[in-house]
């Protein structure tokens, strides 16, 4: 059983929006998946109501909760948890970026009832005060609307109580579930940060989630927008599979999106070629290039700079056009001993857009020029050979989405990777990009052991989409 408010169990297998039928969930066999007693679909407290269970199997979410006094679960009162409004309303379901925030401020909507959120609750403050902003006319031109949602959710990662969580959440939901259910997870956790800030900050309502008929995924301002969610550069058109040998030839060889696109996009790696001029001991002056990644957890994890480098560094830098500037810089031992607040306060008060992390290296023939990261690094000026494509936030136009040439598979349609860079680039140049550092994950609590690891891939790879090649 469940509670039927518990919206966040599904990556637990627990779909309460599935409908059961009474019939064969009370009185089938227990080979029957219909059954109760298959233990495949959740009731909620409606569906049982009036009637006897021996023996159940009770789960909940964040809706209910209990007094972190409570040592066994015997005995105690449970509280309904709702979040409530200024002006009284109450929502149906605490946001998941709600529950989350436990961990790192103490939000005043939220009651926090778990003795874990009493122990991490030692973050640092909102790197700045919450102010509402003024009420916005919903008739508004297309690049007006567009470019009211850059400037919100740039205000949104700006503030490290929504940052944070959205960022953990992109390395927690993809190690964690599996590709598809992972990006529904990733678009619900969006869509209730987003909503969560715009209730904070704005005098209404001014994000509606789709209801089911709608073709979009929500609507600002009376804009509707579809949302993505993307490891690479690449979004799906329509599911529906190609034909021929391969699935490899598109039933519909353009397409035309509907509505604007919301790309949030976050590589597990984002390499880059850092360039800048350094003075030999000759008295000549080079210019060095170094392959460096930006920070984040899987660059830790599998880089080749912190495995084949003779001292890796991390370089904590502001951002410019086209080029960053090193403030500090970091071994990878002293990286050891830092937490997120102490890495947070040598951004010096700036904002998380705009500073960046790399893990960058001192090969052998920049080490004999005699530079140092330590000694030579701070206030340097570094060059971006080619502005990668960094992980955040990408707003897509459905103007520049018209009759868009087609790939498929066997699963669906989509554009080409080439078309889809080129589309995120004029993002960047015509700031319809928030950018998202993804360092933050590497501070993120780890999680226990998934047992169901080696199962996933088997499936992944049983039924991934083949390639049209």
Not at 22 to 47: C, G, I, K, M, N
Not at 78 to 97: C, I, K, M, Q, V
Not at 381 to 407: C, F, H, I, N, W
Request: hydrophobic share 35%; charged share 20%.
């Amino acid at each position: 059983m469940a509670s039927s408010s518990a919206q966040r169990l599904k990556p637990h297998a627990i779909d309460i929006r599935v409908n059961i039928d009474p019939v064969h969930w009370f009185l089938s066999p227990p080979h029957d998946t219909r059954s109760s007693l298959y233990l495949e679909d959740a009731a909620t407290e409606f569906q049982v109501q009036g009637l006897e269970l021996d023996w159940t199997i009770v789960t909940w979410d964040a809706d209910l909760r209990c007094p972190a006094t409570t040592a066994v679960i015997v005995g105690f009162t449970w509280r309904h948890a709702r979040l409530a409004t200024d002006s009284g309303e109450t929502l149906p379901n605490p946001p998941f970026y709600a529950c989350w925030s436990d961990y790192l401020n103490p939000s005043p909507l939220i009651p926090t009832h778990h003795a874990p959120a009493r122990l991490l609750m030692k973050s640092h403050p909102t790197s700045r005060p919450l102010t509402p902003a003024k009420t916005e006319p919903t008739d508004m031109s297309t690049d007006l609307v567009i470019a009211h949602l850059v400037t919100a959710l740039r205000d949104m990662f700006d503030v490290d109580e929504y940052w944070v969580p959205y960022v953990w959440a992109q390395r927690k939901f993809r190690d964690d579930n599996y590709h598809m259910q992972s990006q529904g997870l990733l678009e619900d956790m969006f869509y209730d940060t987003f909503g969560h800030f715009l209730h904070k900050t704005v005098a209404e309502t001014v994000l509606d989630r789709r209801t089911g008929s709608e073709s979009w995924d929500y609507r600002y301002r009376g804009t509707g927008f579809s949302h993505k969610e993307a490891s690479e550069p690449r979004f799906t058109a329509v599911w529906q599979p190609g034909e021929g040998p391969g699935n490899a030839t598109p039933k519909y060889p353009t397409w035309t999106f509907e509505h604007h696109i919301v790309l949030s996009f976050f590589p597990m790696v984002v390499r880059a070629s850092l360039t800048w001029n350094h003075p030999t001991r000759t008295g000549t002056s080079r210019t060095n290039v170094i392959q460096s990644l930006l920070l984040s957890h899987a660059a830790l994890q599998g880089s080749a700079a912190a495995k084949r480098s003779t001292s890796p560094v991390i370089l904590i830098c502001s951002d410019s056009a086209g080029s960053v500037t090193v403030e500090h810089v970091l071994s990878m031992d002293e990286l050891r001993n830092e937490t997120f607040r102490s890495v947070r306060g040598r951004l010096h008060g700036r904002t998380p857009t705009s500073a960046s992390l790399w893990l960058a290296r001192t090969t052998q023939r920049l080490a004999s020029t005699g530079f140092s990261w330590h000694s030579n690094g701070p206030g340097l000026q570094l060059t971006l050979a080619e502005a990668p494509l960094r992980p955040g936030v990408y707003v897509l136009p459905k103007a520049s989405l018209v009759d868009v040439p087609m790939q498929s598979n066997n699963k669906a349609h989509f554009p080409s990777s080439d078309f889809v860079r080129t589309q995120m680039r004029n993002a960047a140049n015509e700031d319809r990009f928030i950018s998202v550092p993804m360092w933050p994950d590497i501070f993120a609590d780890t999680t226990p052991p998934n047992l169901y690891q080696q199962m996933r891939q088997e499936y992944d790879e049983l039924f991934r989409a083949r390639d049209s090649q």
